[in-house]
Structures are given as C-alpha cells and as structure tokens.
C-alpha cells in the first residue's frame, strides 16, 4: 500500500500538512460563486475534510495513537471555530460546522475500523 510504503517521518509530516491545509480552508473567504448556494455544500466540505484526514491517519497511527488524534480532532474542529470567530471579522462560529467536523471524524474512524 502506498501510504504504509512511505516512512513515519514522512507520513507525519504529511498528516502535518493535511491539518495545516484544513486550518488554511477553515480561514479563508469562500468564493463568491453559485457552488455557495447549494444548500448544505459547506456542511459537506466540513465532512468531507475531516473525513478523509481521519481515515489517512487511521493508516499512520498506531490503533492507541488514532483514539487519541481522534479525540484532538474533534476538538481542533471546535478551536477552529472559535478561532474563525475570535480572530476573522465577518466569520463565526457555527456549531454545524463544528458538528460536521465531528461527524466527519467519526465516521472515517468508525469505517476504518469497521465498528460502525
């Protein structure tokens, strides 16, 4: 398997970049075009965001390890929250982000480790 080929210090630095890129995502300004009028689609993209990050790191941590990055996770959803609203003007906080955030990291874990 492709990731399990790389080394951890790569796959650590990757999980890195993921979440650097999911802070960078929670923080800019979307774009002002139709895809925002979609109902929901901001929803999804939480999810989809925290889903995948939660499944790639299913592969690099240890079955110990993953419970607890999962439970950071879940948390770093809600700081991003805060911090979109505390630090961004015209940005808030949003608990269904937050809860899709969540969502999304349990369903990735609970798929990956077929518990579901």
């Known amino acids: 398997m492709l990731i399990r080929s790389l080394s ?3 796959q650590y630095l990757f999980t890195f970049i993921l979440l650097l890129l999911i802070t960078v995502l929670h923080f800019i ?3 002002s075009i ?3 009028s979609i109902y929901g689609i901001d929803k999804f993209f939480h999810f989809l965001m925290f889903c995948s990050l939660t499944l790639w790191s299913c592969f690099v941590f240890s079955r110990e390890r993953i419970k607890l ?3 950071f996770l879940i ?3 809600l700081m991003l929250e805060w911090m979109q609203m505390a ?3 015209l940005r808030s ?3 269904m982000d937050w809860l899709f955030d969540a969502l999304g990291v349990l369903v990735g874990f609970f798929t ?3 518990k579901l």
């Open 8 to 10: 951890k210090p790569t």
């Open 29 to 31: 300004k979307p774009p």
């Open 34 to 36: 139709e895809v925002s």
């Open 69 to 71: 990055f999962v439970i």
């Open 75 to 77: 948390f770093y959803g």
């Open 87 to 89: 630090f961004f003007p």
């Open 93 to 95: 906080f949003e608990w």
């Open 112 to 114: 990956f480790t077929k």
